[in-house]
């Protein structure tokens, strides 16, 4: 008989670390490193020890419970920092899911041979400098000029933001050494979007993992008095951008239908009511789940920008942030989630992930699987993030049974 996670203590787990970072807008806002952050970690690395897992952390701020076994290591998990103004489920259901796993099988005595692990990776969400500042940190050292000269989302410098931790340049660094042989890593998730929902399945398999590209991006000008300035003589940097947004959205749209482009943020200068704007910077954040398209994106991307600054008198520049590629999961990863939920009698679909995740990092020395469970309405990164207990529950018992055979 199989065995089936504890779905009450499940919830229960979930319902306490939501709690930590709750903020006045009905969210969640968990930053890595942030004080509420360094709450919830105190908070895991209690359940991983009350769980009678070996407790690690590593010098990236990466947590870990493992179940001791002889040779590679199967690991599970996700990550438990959120954005701003965040749901209480994203990350989160990977790390709490695979803790919940590790506990069943530890409590039944499941026989095995491989060590278990569970992971919970600092900063996935990219509030610090880049994303997956863990996962990457776990694989291989960061770059340190990165490290020591970069800055948050928020404008401050990381340094300064590890002043107040336990953590450093160095031990951040260093942190791939501590890395074991991991033969496999799997990643529960809510899907981020409607597909399942609308066609009405309960685990999404995932097949590839989107990569992509983030710019920092500007349109410089000449700012003019807005009363006295002609149309046909201002250089208006912020109409620059509204024609390229334009234009590029229809050329991803037209010719890449499924890749996706988004201008997330706009900063306008100088940003007075009566001042043409002479700049704006601007994020740019495409995606794809083929390495050509994003390739052909960026060549037409820039191109796009050039002419739309040559005719409107502007200059364009852009500077890459950060940029992942494709990763395509292995069919024997899919294939036995597939004949798991058929044996489940769970309703699949075979998907791909437009989200990047800390799945699609330790790919580059690992096999990878990942499985989707419904949100409502396809709601993420939002007070709103919600989704059903027992879509939940299916989730993490495909997760169990995988764990459970790839261990042994």
Not at 167 to 181: C, L, T, V
Request: net charge negative.
């Amino acid at each position: 008989m199989d065995i089936r996670i504890n779905l009450d203590r499940l919830i229960k787990d979930i319902e306490e670390l939501g709690l930590v970072g709750r903020d006045s807008k009905g969210g969640i806002s968990r930053p890595s490193l942030s004080a509420a952050d360094l709450e919830a970690r105190e908070w895991l690395k209690d359940r991983i020890s009350d769980a009678g897992l070996q407790l690690r952390q590593d010098g990236a701020g990466n947590i870990f419970g493992r179940l001791e076994g002889t040779g590679k290591t199967i690991m599970a998990g996700s990550h438990i920092d959120t954005v701003i103004n965040g749901g209480m489920f994203d990350g989160s259901i990977g790390v709490l899911s695979a803790l919940e796993c590790l506990r069943r099988i530890q409590e039944e005595g499941v026989e095995r041979i491989k060590p278990l692990e569970v992971a919970a990776f600092t900063d996935e969400e990219g509030n610090l400098v880049g994303d997956y500042l863990g996962s990457r940190s776990f694989i291989a050292p960061p770059s340190r000029e990165l490290l020591e000269t970069g800055k948050t989302q928020f404008g401050i410098p990381f340094a300064d933001i590890l002043k107040n931790t336990e953590f450093s340049i160095e031990s951040i660094i260093e942190a791939h050494k501590q890395r074991p042989d991991i033969e496999t890593f799997l990643e529960i998730h809510i899907e981020q979007g409607p597909v399942l929902e609308t066609e009405n399945k309960q685990i999404g398999i995932v097949e590839v993992i989107a990569g992509k590209k983030y710019w920092v991006c500007q349109f410089l000008g000449e700012a003019s008095h807005g009363g006295t300035t002609p149309f046909e003589l201002r250089h208006d940097a912020l109409l620059g951008l509204a024609d390229f947004a334009l234009k590029s959205t229809q050329y991803v749209a037209t010719h890449h239908y499924g890749s996706m482009l988004t201008i997330g943020r706009v900063q306008v200068h100088p940003g007075a009511f009566s001042i043409v704007p002479g700049e704006v910077d601007f994020s740019l954040d495409f995606r794809s789940t083929s390495k050509q398209t994003l390739e052909d994106l960026e060549k037409t991307l820039v191109s796009l920008a050039n002419d739309v600054a040559s005719t409107r008198g502007l200059q364009f520049s852009s500077r890459v942030v950060d940029q992942v590629n494709p990763v395509f999961i292995p069919e024997t990863i899919t294939n036995l989630m597939k004949d798991e939920c058929d044996r489940l009698g769970y309703e699949s679909v075979m998907l791909p992930s437009g989200a990047g995740h800390d799945a699609q990092i330790v790919a580059s020395v690992a096999d990878i699987g990942m499985i989707f469970i419904p949100c409502e309405d396809g709601i993420s990164h939002s007070p709103k993030e919600k989704i059903k207990w027992e879509d939940l529950d299916r989730g993490a018992n495909l997760l169990l049974q995988m764990l459970v055979k790839l261990s042994r």
